[in-house]
């Protein structure tokens, strides 16, 4: 099965900070490869599909990058309301896996 | 406006068996594939299984593969997960999570609130 990995764990930035996080897999999943944004105590929301399709309603603030095996999920300005834990999911072929996540928080 | 509804989560002793329910409105339902996510308390999301939007496309994750069964009712807007030999690893929230297409590769764009199993004697 192809896995799924993410970096940082976690990272602390500040209001305004531009967020890169990196998300790997395996084996080449092409570019079926998902982003969500779960807040805390709240129901994960998709922000990205396709590895750089906006959902509706995301701010454009989020982007989406990457092919094959190396994605990439940037925040351009980070904002209070962005706190929250961000995960990748490969959904080429079952296992429809999700990366271990990456906390966002502020310093 | 779309909405799924958990419900049959609950305490249940290891070994045991519990089936889980999804209502889900606001959308043609058998235009949609529809999955189990899991979530374990504190810890991240694991895809637990899918189902196509015809039910003819089901996968398992090998962590439930043999004790838990994916089922959908078209005519009811109902999805399903009967699980049985329960485990304390089993424990979680369990989400309904509708995907963006028919097929099973494919993202989910709404979740629902989530149903609490929790498996201990």
């Known amino acids: 099965d192809i896995q799924m990995t993410q970096s940082p764990s976690s990272l602390s930035a500040s209001v305004g900070d531009r967020v890169t996080i990196t998300c790997r897999a395996s084996?080449?999943?092409?570019?079926?490869l998902a982003w969500y944004q779960q807040k805390p105590g709240k129901v994960p929301d998709l922000l990205i599909y396709?590895?750089?399709t906006l959902q509706s309603g995301v701010p454009s603030r989020f982007s989406g990058s990457g092919s094959g095996t190396d994605f990439t999920l940037t925040i351009s300005s980070l904002q209070p309301e962005d706190v929250a834990t961000y995960y990748c999911q490969k959904y080429n072929s079952a296992p429809l896996a999700f990366g271990p996540g990456t906390k966002v928080d502020f310093k | 406006e779309v909405q799924l509804l958990e419900s049959g989560g609950g305490l249940v002793q290891p070994g045991g068996s519990l089936r889980l329910s999804c209502a889900a409105s606001g959308f043609t339902f058998g235009s949609y594939a529809l999955s189990w996510v899991r979530q374990a308390p504190g810890k991240g999301l694991e895809w637990v299984s899918v189902v196509s939007g015809s039910g003819a496309r089901i996968h398992y994750a090998d962590s439930v593969k043999g004790r838990f069964t994916i089922s959908r009712d078209n005519s009811k807007n109902t999805l399903y997960l009967e699980m049985k030999s329960l485990r304390a690893e089993d424990t979680a929230v369990y989400y309904c999570?509708?995907?963006?297409?028919?097929?099973?590769?494919?993202?989910?764009?709404?979740w629902g609130q989530g149903t609490l199993v929790t498996v201990s004697s």
């Open positions: 396709g590895a750089s």
């Open positions: 999570a509708k995907a963006r297409s028919e097929v099973v590769a494919a993202a989910y764009n709404y």
């Open positions: 084996q080449g999943i092409s570019n079926y």
